[in-house]
């Protein structure tokens, strides 16, 4: 019995798969950050390009 206990002990088979988990995760977490960083900093851009297209007219730059 205590040959297996300490077999046991020492397979660290599970702790690969603990680390993979936690590094998706992690990746996914900082995905998460980056879009919506990207997301609130085009925001300003996407409101002027939409107002110079819908007031200004066909033919004229702004």
Known sequence: MKKKKNKF???DGGA???DWVVLCALVVGLASVATVQITAGTEGSRDHIATAVTVTPPGQSE
Request: glycine share 0%.
């Open 9 to 11: 002990l020492e397979d």
């Open 16 to 18: 690969v798969t603990v």
